[in-house]
């Protein structure tokens, strides 16, 4: 709910100093994300605009300099400080350091001249406002959301909090394309104009003022004004090197997968982590398991339990068959911790250090003799005493089963989300998408809840709470909040 009356008690000269941009850089985030979320100085702030955009539409007349001095000068020696102050239509809505020049002007002159002086100064002050002020920056949005841009091939979203967040949804399968960015605030999302391009790989929101953004063969940050291509210094970076995962355990410590494509090593040199301290890139690579040899694998998740400790997952392709890489961050290193042949991982959340769930599939039957492809039954695990261990599918349902488990996203120790597709194994025309809650360490599916067909293709989504939840996929973006789904977007 965005509140009726400001809880901050700002004053008129603050939240004027704010939109002229004339505060500090932290009282200026500050007060961004107070406005974002109350009514009453979004009012105020309509207002100012309103008397701005009323006196851009001014046209001063011909100011005669000398005939203005004169008449004021011959006002001066009759003005009055007994006056009473009039009321002037609009004074009421306009800021404080605005309305106090006008109320003593009205106390130092009076009679028809000094009225004349205060309506050509207030011209002059509208005419020099309109060609030398400052204006705010401005915010461009874009055409709504259509059928045309969907479906996406890549989709993102992730909310810094119930009442701010980004989605992204990309057409393009490689190289630069069309991205559609949208911005969740005021309790609507809006479609944005922004420079971003590629195939969207991951987001993170960290703030309503902080956020990065992975595409095809970028970076891009965002500062509470806009999304902004960051160049990572360092030599031999080639212009299509991958960006697949991002943890942030803090606004200090950012990590990001690479690829490893660069001029030096061809292009499939060695994967690496890039981690931003705040000021500083760096590079680690990361090995590669004796199983691969000289192939390298791709980095598809990373969750962090804080800055010096974390997991991340990967995939490669031995032999046809899929490999599943664990990478354990300790120490101030990554390390290989097991490959799994014939795993295939999807999702990694930590609750802390010793607590946190894997999800994925793995190769329940290869029968490529005779024709037919792999099947793939749902995999669960969950990290105890330092060790990943396997977890039986929650919600009753019987061995042996088809599926993944999509995605897993733990909110504390004892508060989770998972997201799963499962089906009785080879009924192929039976499926299901349910959704199961984390309550007290015991996975438990949500009654009368599972995800509908619209979502289940470039699915991804947002965990706001225990009952509340984002999602983006091929039909735009809709809302979880409980056990209803509702299509917002478009």
């Known amino acids: 709910m965005i509140s009726a009356q400001c809880s901050l008690g700002l004053s008129d000269d603050e939240l004027a100093r704010w939109r002229d ?30 008397i701005g955009s009323g006196l851009r539409s001014l046209t001063p007349p011909p100011l005669d300099v000398e005939r203005l ?28 350091r605005y309305s106090w ?31 030398h002020g400052r204006p705010a920056p401005a915010k461009v ?87 902004q291509a960051v160049t990572v210094p360092g030599p031999g970076w080639r212009l299509d090197t991958d960006y697949g995962a991002i943890a942030a355990p803090s606004p200090s410590s950012i990590w990001i997968s690479t690829d490893g494509k660069t001029s030096a090593d061809g292009p499939n040199g060695q994967p690496g982590m890039l981690h931003y301290d705040g000021n500083t890139w760096t590079r680690q690579a990361l090995p590669i398991p004796d199983l691969l040899w000289n192939n390298s694998y791709t980095v598809l998740k990373i969750s962090m339990a804080s800055v010096d400790e974390g997991w991340a997952i990967a995939s490669a392709t031995v032999e046809w068959m899929p490999l599943g890489v664990l990478l354990h961050y300790t120490h101030g290193v990554w390390k290989v911790d097991s490959t799994y042949r014939g795993v295939d991982f999807y999702t990694v959340s930590l609750a802390s250090a010793s607590d946190g769930w894997i999800g994925g599939s793995y190769v329940m039957t290869t029968l490529r003799d005779n024709g037919s492809a792999e099947t793939f039954s749902p995999l669960l695990w969950r990290l105890s005493n330092g060790h990943w261990r396997s977890q039986p599918i929650p919600g009753g349902y019987k061995p042996p089963l088809d599926g993944q488990v999509w995605s897993i996203r733990m909110l504390s120790p004892t508060t989770g989300w998972m ?72």
């Open 101 to 131: 020049h006008s109320l003593r002007s009205w106390q130092r002159l009076s009679g028809m001249a000094g009225l004349a002086a205060v309506v050509v100064i207030s011209l002059l002050a509208g005419y020099l406002f309109v060609n």
């Open 141 to 227: 949005s874009a055409p709504p959301l259509t059928s045309a841009d969907l479906p996406p091939r890549t989709a993102v979203i992730d909310m810094s909090s119930a009442t701010d967040g980004w989605a992204f949804t990309s057409k393009a399968l490689n190289g630069d394309g069309p991205v559609v960015a949208l911005h969740y605030a005021a309790g609507k999302w809006t479609r944005v104009q922004t420079e971003v391009q590629g195939r969207i790989h991951a987001l993170k929101m960290l703030s309503p003022t902080d956020g990065w953004l992975l595409s095809t063969a970028r970076i891009y940050h965002y500062d509470g004004h806009s999304w």
């Open 21 to 50: 941009e004339d505060l500090s850089p932290a009282r200026m985030a500050q007060l961004r994300t107070h406005i974002a979320t109350c009514a009453g100085c979004q009012r105020r702030v309509a207002a100012y605009e309103e």
């Open 419 to 490: 997201i799963a597709e499962i089906r009785p194994a080879h009924e192929t025309n039976t499926n299901t998408r349910p959704l199961f809650w984390l309550r007290n360490g015991q996975w438990v599916q949500v009654p009368d809840a599972t995800i509908p067909d619209d979502l289940s293709e470039y699915f991804a989504a947002a965990f706001v709470s225990a009952n509340e939840f984002w999602a983006v996929g091929r039909f735009g973006i809709s809302h979880y909040s409980n056990g209803q789904w509702k299509l917002v977007v478009p």
């Open 69 to 96: 001095m004169a008449n004021l000068r011959a006002a001066m020696p009759a003005a009055t400080t007994t006056s009473p102050a009039p009321t002037v239509p609009g004074m009421a809505l306009m800021p404080e």
